[in-house]
């Protein structure tokens, strides 16, 4: 029975990946599931897994470090990245050698990982050196910045008893859109989504926010790609995405369709 790990630090996507598996390949065994690179590393040491799914960005130890390192041991695992760099994985990762999975997972694209998998495994296929390319890979991927990505927002809202302020967590942050002198920010509270407002503009975020959880779709807009549902096209070619949690739709500029062309 083959095995796998599935790394990612964000346990609620590391699940939805788990049961997505489970779904297209029940006869696959996942021994271990890591929220951090470190662990991911000492569990392939201890678990030995035929295949690894790896988050690229992870704080401290990235799951491209994690495949680095792995490169000259004797028994390394068949990686499959997952990334939200739609760019980088058609220039670099769309090659023989290597396989990956865009957030969010589509069962299409799954489908075609497992078969390919499938077939690597069944034939006895070496695992294959992937220095070279993880090197281009880390090459091209955005440097974060000094302080690193921005993990909290400072929020205001209207109550009855006058202005609030609070502190959001960025990972609750379902998306952020310009409004005037204002951005607001969409997140949730709880069980619900709640609107709050704060002052640092669309552009200024955007520079401070991890592009891989959070990808512009329109001159107003950044959303939080793990808080996408799928896309709706209406009748005129509109693209729109939706998004977990909340009914709500936003509306997709065609200079960023292709951020969704697999879903």
């Known amino acids: 029975m083959p ?24 006869q696959l065994q996942i021994v271990a599931v890591a929220g951090n690179g470190e662990e991911a590393l000492r569990q392939i040491e201890a678990q030995r897994p035929d295949l690894a799914f790896l988050d690229i960005r992870m704080p401290g130890v990235t799951g491209l470090e994690v495949a680095r390192r792995r490169q000259g041991a004797a028994l390394r695992p068949r990686i499959v990245f997952v990334t939200a760099f739609d760019q980088y994985a058609v220039e670099a990762f769309d090659a023989d050698a290597v396989d990956y999975l865009l957030k969010p997972v589509t069962d299409e694209r799954l489908d075609r990982t497992v078969s390919k998998l499938q ?94 959880r959070f990808q512009q779709i329109h001159r107003s807009v950044l959303v939080n790609m793990d808080a996408v549902a799928g896309t709706r096209r209406d009748l005129t070619g509109k693209l729109y995405v939706r998004l977990r949690e909340t009914p709500r739709e936003l509306p997709v500029a065609r200079q960023y369709m292709g951020l969704f062309r697999q879903m």
């Open 3 to 26: 095995t796998a790990l599935i790394a990612d630090d964000e346990p609620h996507l590391a699940d939805y990946l788990r049961a997505k598996l489970a779904q297209a390949w029940p």
């Open 119 to 212: 077939a690597a495994l069944a034939a006895g296929a070496p695992t294959p050196d992937l220095t070279q390319l993880i090197a281009q890979v880390a090459a091209r991927l955005p440097a974060a910045p000094a302080a690193g990505w921005l993990r909290w927002v400072r929020a205001s809202k209207k109550s009855a008893d006058g202005e609030l302020t609070e502190q959001i967590a960025v990972a609750d942050v379902l998306y952020f859109q310009a409004d005037d002198k204002y951005t607001c920010v969409y997140a949730r509270d709880g069980a619900t989504v709640r609107e709050w407002l704060i002052r640092t503009p669309l552009s200024e975020l955007a520079a401070r926010l991890d592009p891989e």
